[in-house]
T-cell receptor, first 114, second 114 residues
Framework: AQSVTQPDIHITVSEGASLELRCNYS??????LFWYVQSPGQGLQLLLK??????LVQGIKGFEAEFKRSQSSFNLRKPSVHWSDAAEYFC????????????FGRGTQLTVWP | EPEVTQTPSHQVTQMGQEVILRCVPI?????FYWYRQILGQKVEFLVS????????KSEIFDDQFSVERPDGSNFTLKIRSTKLEDSAMYFC????????????FGSGTQLSVL
């Protein structure tokens, strides 16, 4: 069965510091992986996705993520965090070439100190 | 960017009452979804809908739940007789083609069952 684990419930960083949010997945086949962000009062917004090819993917707002099959991980990174990045971040996985159901992690709440 | 609109943003209801959550997907999208997030838990898939019928549903989506696209623009989720454990944030999403592009999520309806 598909599952996603985000081991960090809450992370606090200072503005300008680097960020890495962890995501591990359990999936039998080649996964389709996503990172979504939810700001207060907003819907879930897609940051980036990985389907195949280059294992380092670039997304919006300066985020990137690296797919590591050997570690079953898809960690999200940003070299320098801005106060506006404070939000909740969700990792998700789905199967196959047709968008079926997404399996989400529990989310990581990011707090940014000025 | 076009948006998925959900109304109301908050809804309070008494246990046993029927509730209808409303969503207006993006106008040229063909696939529609409901997800929910119970406080402190993962975002969970409920149902996907295409061509006026359910294409997939999760084990959560039992006979108490139904979905409808009554007028070609709205997409509704009905809970027939609400239970305390139905209290959650409910997200609507739409997708233009059903392939792995991205889901466009609404900002959610917070349902509180008392």
């Amino acid at each position: 069965a598909q599952s996603v684990t985000q081991p960090d419930i809450h992370i606090t960083v200072s503005e300008g510091a680097s960020l890495e949010l962890r995501c591990n997945y359990s999936y039998g086949a080649t996964p389709y992986l996503f990172w979504y962000v939810q700001s207060p009062g907003q819907g879930l917004q897609l940051l980036l996705k990985y389907f195949s090819g280059d294992t380092l993917v670039q997304g919006i707002k300066g985020f990137e993520a690296e797919f590591k099959r050997s570690q079953s991980s898809f960690n999200l990174r940003k070299p320098s965090v801005h106060w506006s990045d404070a939000a909740e971040y969700f990792c998700a996985v789905t199967r196959g070439s047709t968008l079926g159901r997404l399996y989400f992690g529990r989310g990581t709440q990011l707090t940014v100190w000025p | 960017e076009p948006e998925v609109t959900q109304t109301p943003s908050h809804q309070v209801t008494q246990m046993g009452q029927e509730v209808i959550l409303r969503c207006v997907p993006i106008s040229n999208h063909l696939y529609f979804y409901w997800y929910r997030q119970i406080l402190g838990q993962k975002v969970e898939f409920l149902v996907s809908f295409y061509n006026n019928e359910i294409s997939e549903k999760s084990e959560i989506f039992d006979d108490q739940f139904s979905v409808e696209r009554p007028d070609g623009s709205n997409f509704t989720l009905k809970i027939r007789s609400t239970k305390l454990e139905d209290s959650a944030m409910y997200f609507c999403a739409s997708n233009p083609t059903g392939t792995n592009e991205k889901l466009f999520f609404g900002s959610g309806t917070q349902l509180s069952v008392l």
